[in-house]
């Protein structure tokens, strides 16, 4: 653990030091671009290669798609807590992002001319869903939610299988209930050289979404251009800013909840009022750390991923917070301070409000998305949304009379840009 306070002369150096994101290693980017120059090359072959050398999967190319009939099937396994669990949280979300749809509009400019804007679904959508030890089944309701809202025709999913080129059933029985029918048992970097370039047996997509580890960014990161990607996201963050109306055994149990990752680069931080808060809360971490299945990891991330802050009062906290940009920002405060601090703070990718809100109900139910912006990235970017799925295109119409109007400006800017064609095209109209 970094212990750190608003009062050191190095407190801006120490924790600009601490919550900085380094670039891929070029071990790894080299790694990738070879994999991804070989799936373009060779399209099935060198992802059925892949998924055998990564992920120990025998698959054949005519293996890589999950027939419908399995994701069928695999719903039909669900308990049934775990399909009210999914339906209910499925019901949450979809709320939310409806709400989120834009409306197409028209109207006038100053000349007269109608102008406005649509809104169409991006056609072929790809979204990456984690599996391994952890199959992350919330992130299909996620990502296949917010497409399937915005009207997406296309979404194909992509998704690593085990040694024996299974997918997690549940993860299958989820994407069935939000009505998927395109899955691949691919991950890793041959999933997204697939959707970036096609192969014989995938059809290439427009754009590609969902979290991944190093190398699932990095490709992401290479293969922008040919694709649209939604983000890059990378290690999960939580920040909790407390007074003392904060509950320890509250702050605690959600740190050590996104600890819990365990892939070793996650960042916790905890921004206190008093250095009495911040040992109430470690002693808690010490005595639910018992508690878990997954201590071993936890305490890696604890070890060298939590920071814990201790301010001067919440001014600093939130200068701290806008300075950080967490993923997550648990904000257990006053009332009254809570209401100030949702004003100043500006840059967190999902904000959670008082003591009974934990940041696992976002993860799970909650509504909003939990794909993320992090490493600092929530300064420009935002949670995925239902817009992100979509496409906005502007419309103009000018007529007889509203041309000679427009002309009168064009003309100007042509020769001020020294395009006489472009003035000439209105003028001949004129």
Known sequence: MLLLSTTSKSFADELAAFCSAASAPKEIQDSVAAILADVRARGDEAVVYYAAKFDGAKLRAREIRVKETDLAAAAKTLAAAERKAILAAHENIAAYHRKNLPAGWLGKNKHGAEVGEKFDPIRRVGLYIPGGQVPLVSTVLMTATLAKTAGCPEIAVFTPSDSSGHVAPALLAALHLVGVTEVYRVGGVQAVGAMAYGTASIPAVDKCFGPGNAYVCEAKRQVFGVIGVDSLPGPSELMVIADETARADYVAADLLAQAEHGSGREKI???????????????EIDAQLKLITRAGKTQTVLANGYAAIETAGLAEAA???????PEHLEIIVKPAAEKKLLREITTAGAIFLGNHTPTALGDFTAGPSHVLPTARTARFSSGLRVTDFMRRTSIVRYGPGTVKKGGEVTSVFAAMEKLDAHG???KIRC
């Open 319 to 325: 200068q701290v917070a806008n300075y950080v940009a």
């Open 269 to 283: 931080y905890l921004v206190a009022t008093s250095r009495e808060i911040i040992d109430a809360v470690n002693a």
């Open 424 to 426: 000439r095209s209105v």
